[in-house]
């Protein structure tokens, strides 16, 4: 099984979250920085074994926090259609 560790430790502005998702995925140049982009490049993201552990939400700031349930939507709905993918929050 291979793992992804994302950490959103430091992270202060939206363009900030999508770029540390971005490099971690190592998703392509056009990834458009929002939720339908994330949805898009994670869908069929892999055929493998995939564990995703994040890192940091608990020290976002506000405005982000309250960006992390819509977030969260879309790595259930990730999992949902392709469930060798897990995501787990670590802190």
């Not at 564990?51 to 259930?76: A, H, R």
Request: proline fraction near 4%; hydrophobic fraction near 35%.
């Amino acid at each position: 099984m291979k793992k992804i560790i994302i950490d959103f430790n430091g992270c202060r502005t939206y363009h900030k979250f999508h770029q540390i998702l971005k490099e971690s995925f190592d998703f392509p140049n056009y990834y458009g920085e929002n939720l339908d982009a994330l949805w898009d490049c994670l869908d069929n993201y892999c055929d493998f074994d995939l564990i995703v552990e994040i890192k940091g939400f608990n020290s976002l700031p506000k405005e982000l926090k309250q960006y992390i349930p819509k977030v969260m939507n879309v790595f259930d709905d990730v999992t949902e259609s392709t469930p060798n993918i897990k995501f787990v929050i670590i802190s």
